[in-house]
């Protein structure tokens, strides 16, 4: 089946459409309502912005986008929660997000990107690797109690 998929910003007053995407990459274990206030906060933040795929008019992809700048790296993107759904893996959609973030960030001056990525998510390190992504350092977590 040959699939016509169209990428785009997706508009920030949409920007709650890509929660049942979010909910299936992190299986159900973040609650829709602690969400849809975490979305809410990211986007009053400033600088977040997501990547939508759609088959016709069901978003099928997305890749969470933040602008940031460093001291160490300047102006750069970051891809956040980055998923497809399962029915359309190994179809190139991830390619078709990369290559369109990576024309974006050009476009607005970022000089790098950078991405996070679980250890255990052997599969994720992969492709990152393989989109030209180094390791270059670890990234901690601490929990505040």
């Not at 973040?30 to 016709?56: F, Q, T």
């Not at 179809?91 to 001056?109: H, N, S, T």
Request: hydrophobic share 45%; glycine share 8%.
């Amino acid at each position: 089946m040959a699939h016509n998929f169209n990428i785009k910003l997706i508009p920030k007053n949409e920007l709650s459409t890509i929660l049942p995407l979010v909910d299936l990459l992190n299986k159900g274990s973040i609650p829709i309502a602690v969400l849809e206030e975490r979305l809410a906060i990211m986007i009053a933040m400033g600088g977040y912005h997501c990547i939508g795929v759609y088959d016709g008019d069901a978003l099928i992809g997305i890749c969470g986008i933040w602008i940031l700048n460093k001291l160490y790296v300047g102006k750069h993107i970051e891809p956040d929660n980055v998923f497809v759904k399962e029915a359309y893996r190994s179809k190139g959609v991830g390619k078709l997000m990369m290559d369109w973030m990576y024309a974006y960030a050009k476009e607005i001056g970022c000089a790098t990107a950078e991405v996070n990525c679980y250890k255990a998510n052997v599969k994720g390190n992969k492709f990152w690797e393989e989109n030209g992504f180094e390791p270059l350092a670890y990234h901690l977590l601490r929990k505040i109690e």
